[in-house]
């Protein structure tokens, strides 16, 4: 039997991964305005502030919110080169630092990959591995706020208002039975993004 090889001429290679090193980095998290805005006039806290307290935990905070990583575990959890779901992520890197040279291309599909990631943990509460909510009067009012929901958009839908979506309607009722962690304004969640930035 004939062995097919396919060899690659990488030279240069090197030279690219430390250009693009050195030259810049990816941020993710929550990134200028959003950072500094105010999340709830209840705390009268920053967005970046509430989301420190839940990233790391805080006994100092009113309530002590545990530890529920949005961010570090998220990435850590999803972002591995080693895995399938990398794939694309291995094609990007080839495409566009070797073949293209453009490094900052890579970057942003890493970076969209990672809000995929963390997306992906609130909705999921964590990978399954946040605390659950404490407080029953949290618990309760998560439960009414979807109940209303899929009210509303059954309505809509037997009214002809929206098309008949069965996924969307399971989504309120699984959000109910199982309510999402630090989903309930969605402004922590939304803040979130990424950015290219050059290295000084």
């Not at 990631?117 to 404490?134: H, M, R, V």
Request: charged share 35%.
């Amino acid at each position: 039997m004939q062995e097919n090889k396919v060899k690659f001429n990488l030279d240069g290679m090197d030279e690219l991964i430390k250009s693009l090193k050195d030259d810049y980095f990816l941020r993710v998290g929550i990134i200028g305005s959003k950072a500094t805005a105010t999340h709830d006039n209840k705390s009268n806290k920053t967005t970046a502030e509430i989301g420190t307290y839940h990233e790391f935990g805080s006994q100092k905070v009113k309530d002590h919110p545990p530890r529920r990583s949005f961010l570090e575990d998220s990435l850590k959890f999803k972002i591995d080169f080693n895995t399938q779901q990398m794939t694309q992520i291995k094609k990007d890197l080839f495409k566009y630092v070797y073949q293209e040279k453009t490094p900052k291309k890579f970057l942003a599909s890493l970076g969209a990959e990672c809000l995929r990631a963390i997306k992906q943990a609130f909705e999921t509460n964590g990978f399954g591995k946040w605390k659950p909510l404490a407080s029953l009067k949290t618990v309760e009012k998560r439960y009414e706020k979807s109940i209303k929901g899929y009210e509303r958009v059954r309505k809509a839908m037997e009214n002809g208002k929206m098309a008949y979506d069965k996924s969307l309607l399971n989504k309120y009722l699984d959000e109910a039975i199982n309510p999402q962690i630090l989903t309930d304004t969605g402004k922590l969640r939304n803040s979130i993004s990424f950015k290219i930035m050059k290295r000084k």
